[in-house]
C-alpha cells in the first residue's frame, strides 16, 4: 500500500493565521485518517486527533509579516500506519506590519484629460549586500510595476476592482532577482484607470477621475538591516507614454512610435517628466487573497472573412473574454483599429448589444522593419469576432489571449449527448469570462457589473466547476462593505449604482446564499463566522420589509427576471407573481441563516430563523396556494420554488405541485418557462416529486426557448436571454442582449449532482451523496471533481438493460449511495461499482 499527502495553505499567506489542507492518496480502501501530524520549520512539530483535513485551523504561533517558513504534514490512517511526510511546502506571508504602508498614492499633477493613463519612475541605489527584495504595490486603478526594465510579474489590470474606498488590496511580489546590488536600479510603473475611472452609468466617475499609484519596496540586507523605496514626492511622471488612452468599456489606444526604450531602466533622463501629486482617498491597502487575473489560453483564429460591406474579420471560433495580440508590419504612423464583437449579424459584426462600450483598440504602428507585436494591457472585451482596419490583409495576424482570474479547474461533466456537452462546455466558457476580479453579470457591454442576483443562482455550479473559495469569500467581504446599515443589500457589488441599496429578492439574498454555498462545497465554516452578521442583517431587514404579514409583496422586484413570456423591452412582465419570489426568498434566507446559526453553535438564533421560517412558510401558503391546491402563479418558476425551497411541506400538496410543474412543462411543448430564478431549480423540483423524465425532456428539447436552443444556434458560452439571437440569425431587439451571462447556465449544477450524481451530502464532500438519475436521451454521464478530500468521480453506462453504475471516493471522505430501486448504502474511499437491473 502507498500513502502520499499533499499539503496546502491558503494562498498568498495573506494572514497570520493561515488554515491549512492536505490530500492523501492511497489505494487501501476505506481510508481514513486517525491522526495528523504537522511540523513547522523542521522543529516545531503538533499532532491533531482525528479525521480533520480541510481548512484546519493554525496550529502554530501567529506567522510574522515578511517571514518565510517550511511546512509539512504526516497522517496515520486508522489501521495505525503512518504515512511519510508531505513534501515541503514554502510559506511566505504576503502581509504587512499594522502601520508599515508608508507608500503615498501618486498622480499626474497636471493631466490633458480624464482617466489618464500615465508612467511612474525613480531611481534608487541599492547595497552589495541584498538577500531580499520585495514589492507592495496597488492602485486607484490598474497597474504595472517594472523594475530595471522588467515587469515584475504577469499579473493584469493589478490590483481588480474592490470597493476602493474602503477596501483595497496590494500585491506582495518578490523582486529580488530583479534588483541589482551595488547599483543604481529604477523602479517604475504603467498606470491607467480601469475599474477606478469607468463611468459605468453615472454622469460623474463613480471613485474618481484620474488614476493614481502606490509602490513600496521593501529592502532587506545582510546585517539585517531594512530599507523602503516608496512612492512620494520625489518621483517624476509622464502621461506622453505611448498608452494614449484607456478605458475597460472603450479599449486602449496604444500609440508605439511614443515609446522610450530604456524610460524604466536606471540612467533615464527624465527631467522633463512632471513632479507627481498626491491623490487622496485610499485606505490603508490589505494584502490580497483572491487569485490574480492572467492570460489563462491563446486562442488561434479559425477563419479569416471578409463582411458583405466589405470589413476584414477574424473568427476566433468561440466567444471569449480577453484581448487581441497582433503581429502587424508596416509604415510608422499607420493606425490599426481592433473592433470587437460576440456575434455577427448579416454577417456584418453585431455591435449594438456593446451599447455605449466601444470595445475599440486602436495601435498606431512605430514602423519597425521586422514586425511589431502588441496586446493591450488596461483592457479587455467580450467577443468572438474582431475586424481588424487600417492595412491590408497579409499585413497583419491576430490571436486572442483568453484573460481571468486564476482558478483552479475542479469540476468536470460528460456525456453521450453531444449537444449536452457543449452547452456544459459553454457554461464553463462563460464562468470563466465573467470571473474576471469580479463576478459579473457579463464582461462585454457598457455593464459588465457584479450583479449580486446572478452569483446568487450560479454560485453552486461555480464552486463545482473552479476553486471559487478565495474569490468569492474576497467578494463576500465586499457585499458586507456595500451593505447599508439597515441590511440591505445593493444589486451590485461593488456598488457604482447611482441609486442607494434597494433591496430586491434573489439579489440581495447573496449574502446568505453565497456563504452557504462556500461551505457545503468546500467545508469553509470560517466564511459563515465571518459573514454571519452580513447574512443575519439581510435577512432581518427583509422580514422588516416583510412586517407583521411575514409576506414580502410590496416595492421593487426583480422577479424573475428574463423569463422567456417578458417582452424584448419590458423584462419585468415575467408570469411569477414578484410577490410569490420574493416570500419565497424570505424563507430562504431565515433557513440559511438558521442553519448558519447552527453550525456556529449560535442555538438561539438558530431557532429564531428557524421558527420565523415555518411561520413565513405558512404565510406564504395562505397567500399563494390556492384552496384547490395550486399556485396564484402559474408558472414554472413559482412551482419549482414552492417545492425546492420546501415551502410546502405537505406530502400529499407537494404531490399535487409536482404533478401540475410536470403539467405545466409538458403543455409547454417541454420549452422553458423560467427566468434567473426558476432556471436553477426547476430541473430540481421536476426530479424531486418523481418528474426526472420530464425534467431530461426540458433538459434536451431544441426548441426556442430551451437550454439546448442556443447550441444548436452555434452558441459558444451562455445568453443573457433564452433568445439572444432569433431563430432567422437577427439579434433580439431587446436592448440588453448579452451572449455571455452565466445564470441561465445554472443548471448544471443539476447535471453534476442529478444526471451525474454527485453532491455533497456533508460540508466539503467529507461525505460524497452518490445518487446519479440515468435519464432517457443518454447512454452515459459521468462528473468528476477535485473535492477537498481528493478527486471524486461518479460515472454511468447503459450496457444493453442495465446501467453499470461507478464511483471513486476519495480517502479520508465517505459516500451515501442511493440508486434507483436499491436501498441506501454507505460505502468507504476507492473504487465500486454497482449495476442496475
Ligand atoms: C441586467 C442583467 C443582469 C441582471 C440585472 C437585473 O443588468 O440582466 O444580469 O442581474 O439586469
Known amino acids: 500500500m502507498t500513502l502520499a499527502t499533499t499539503l496546502t495553505a491558503e494562498s498568498p499567506v495573506a494572514v497570520p493565521r493561515p488554515r491549512l489542507s492536505w490530500v492523501t492518496e492511497t489505494e487501501a480502501p476505506g481510508w481514513t485518517q486517525a491522526r495528523a501530524e504537522l511540523e513547522l520549520d523542521g522543529d516545531r512539530r503538533v499532532t491533531l486527533e482525528g479525521r480533520e483535513s480541510v481548512l484546519v485551523a493554525w496550529p502554530f504561533a501567529d506567522l510574522l509579516p515578511h517571514s518565510r517558513h517550511t511546512l509539512r504534514v504526516r497522517v496515520t490512517g486508522s489501521d495505525g500506519v503512518p504515512g511519510p511526510w508531505s513534501a515541503p511546502l514554502d510559506v511566505t506571508t504576503t502581509f504587512l506590519a499594522d502601520g508599515e504602508w508608508a507608500a503615498r498614492f501618486v498622480e499626474l499633477a497636471v493631466a490633458r484629460r480624464d482617466a489618464q493613463p500615465f508612467r511612474v519612475r525613480r531611481e534608487f541605489p541599492v547595497a552589495e549586500d541584498l538577500v531580499r527584495a520585495t514589492l507592495f504595490g496597488t492602485a486607484l486603478g490598474v497597474y504595472q510595476a517594472r523594475l530595471n526594465g522588467a515587469a515584475v510579474d504577469d499579473h493584469l489590470l493589478k490590483p481588480g476592482w474592490t470597493p476602493y474606498r474602503e477596501r483595497l488590496v ?295 466547476l473552479f476553486d471559487t473559495r478565495s474569490f468569492l469569500a474576497s467578494w463576500l467581504e465586499d457585499l458586507t462593505i456595500e451593505q447599508d446599515a439597515s441590511g440591505a443589500v445593493p444589486f451590485v457589488v461593488p456598488n457604482v449604482l447611482v441609486e442607494a441599496s434597494r433591496p430586491a429578492a434573489a439579489w440581495g439574498d447573496a449574502a446568505t446564499v453565497v456563504p452557504t454555498v462556500l461551505h457545503e462545497r468546500y467545508g469553509d465554516a470560517g466564511v459563515l463566522a465571518t459573514q454571519y452578521d452580513s447574512m443575519r442583517a439581510w435577512t432581518e431587514h427583509v422580514l422588516g420589509l416583510a412586517g407583521e404579514t411575514l409576506l414580502w409583496d410590496e416595492g421593487f422586484q426583480f422577479g424573475d427576471w428574463l423569463d422567456p413570456a417578458a417582452p424584448p423591452d419590458d423584462p419585468f412582465r415575467a408570469m411569477t407573481d414578484p410577490g410569490l419570489v420574493a416570500t419565497a426568498y424570505l424563507v430562504r434566507s431565515c433557513d440559511l441563516t438558521a442553519r448558519a446559526a447552527a453550525v456556529l453553535g449560535r442555538d438561539d438564533e438558530a431557532r429564531r430563523f428557524a421558527e420565523t421560517a415555518d411561520r413565513a412558510r405558512a404565510a406564504f401558503g395562505t397567500a399563494y396556494v ?136 456533508e460540508p466539503g464532500y467529507r461525505t460524497i451523496l452518490v445518487a446519479p438519475r440515468p435519464i432517457a436521451g443518454l447512454d452515459h454521464a459521468e462528473a468528476a471533481l477535485d473535492t477537498p478530500y481528493g478527486r471524486a468521480r461518479v460515472a454511468w453506462r447503459r450496457t444493453g438493460d442495465d446501467v453499470v453504475v461507478e464511483a471513486d471516493v476519495p480517502p479520508n471522505a465517505r459516500a451515501v449511495v442511493r440508486l434507483p430501486g436499491a436501498p441506501q448504502e454507505t460505502v468507504g474511499s476507492g473504487r465500486h461499482a454497482w449495476t442496475l437491473g
Open 170 to 464: 496590494h500585491e506582495s511580489t518578490d523582486v529580488t532577482a530583479l534588483v541589482r546590488p551595488g547599483a543604481a536600479n529604477a523602479l517604475a510603473a504603467d498606470v491607467a484607470g480601469g475599474w477606478f475611472t469607468e463611468r459605468w452609468f453615472l454622469p460623474e466617475p463613480r471613485y474618481g477621475a484620474q488614476p493614481s499609484v502606490a509602490l513600496q519596496l521593501r529592502l532587506e540586507y545582510a546585517d539585517g538591516r531594512v530599507e523602503h523605496v516608496v512612492t512620494d514626492g520625489d518621483w517624476r511622471a509622464t502621461d506622453d507614454g505611448p498608452v494614449v488612452r484607456s478605458s475597460l468599456y472603450d479599449g486602449e489606444t496604444y500609440d508605439a512610435r511614443a515609446e522610450t526604450p530604456g524610460w524604466d531602466l536606471p540612467g533615464f533622463d527624465d527631467s522633463r517628466w512632471q513632479r507627481v501629486r498626491f491623490a487622496a482617498g485610499a485606505p490603508v491597502p490589505v494584502a490580497r487573497t483572491a487569485p490574480p487575473v492572467r492570460v489563462s489560453e491563446t486562442v488561434a483564429p479559425v477563419e479569416r472573412l471578409t463582411s458583405p460591406g466589405g470589413a476584414q474579420l477574424v473568427d476566433l471560433g468561440q466567444n471569449l473574454v480577453g484581448r487581441v495580440r497582433l503581429r502587424v508590419t508596416g509604415p510608422r504612423g499607420t493606425v490599426v483599429t481592433l473592433r470587437h464583437a460576440e456575434v455577427l449579424e448579416h454577417g456584418e459584426l453585431g455591435v449594438r448589444p456593446l451599447r455605449a462600450a466601444e470595445a475599440t483598440d486602436t495601435y498606431v504602428l512605430a514602423g519597425d522593419a521586422d514586425g511589431e507585436v502588441w496586446a493591450p494591457d488596461t483592457t479587455f472585451h467580450g467577443f468572438r469576432y474582431v475586424e481588424v482596419s487600417g492595412l491590408p490583409a497579409d499585413a497583419w495576424e491576430v490571436e486572442a489571449e483568453v484573460v481571468h482570474s486564476e482558478l483552479r479547474r475542479t469540476g468536470w461533466f460528460t456525456s453521450s449527448h453531444a449537444l449536452l456537452d457543449q452547452l456544459h462546455e459553454n457554461v464553463v466558457r462563460s464562468m470563466r469570462g465573467n470571473f474576471l476580479s469580479v463576478p459579473t453579470d457579463c464582461p462585454q457591454r457598457d455593464e459588465r457589473l457584479g450583479w449580486t442576483g446572478d452569483i446568487q443562482v450560479f454560485s453552486p455550479t461555480a464552486a463545482f
Open 626 to 761: 390556492t384552496r384547490d391546491g395550486d399556485l396564484t402563479s402559474a408558472s414554472q418558476t413559482a412551482y419549482a420554488l414552492a417545492l425546492r425551497f420546501d415551502l410546502v411541506r405537505d406530502a400529499a400538496l407537494r404531490e399535487r405541485l409536482g404533478r401540475r410543474l410536470a403539467a405545466l412543462v409538458e403543455k409547454n411543448g417541454y420549452r422553458i418557462g423560467t427566468g434567473f430564478v426558476g432556471t436553477p431549480i426547476v430541473a430540481d423540483a421536476l426530479t424531486d416529486t418523481g418528474h426526472l423524465e420530464t425534467a431530461a425532456r426540458l433538459l434536451l428539447e431544441t426548441g426556442n426557448p430551451s437550454w439546448l436552443y442556443p447550441v444548436t444556434m452555434g452558441a459558444t458560452t451562455i445568453w443573457e436571454r433564452w433568445d439572444s439571437m432569433l431563430e432567422d440569425g437577427t439579434i433580439n431587439p431587446g436592448e440588453m442582449t448579452s451572449f455571455n451571462h452565466y445564470a441561465l447556465g445554472a443548471v448544471a449544477d443539476w447535471l453534476h449532482r442529478t444526471v451525474a450524481g454527485l453532491a455533497p451530502a
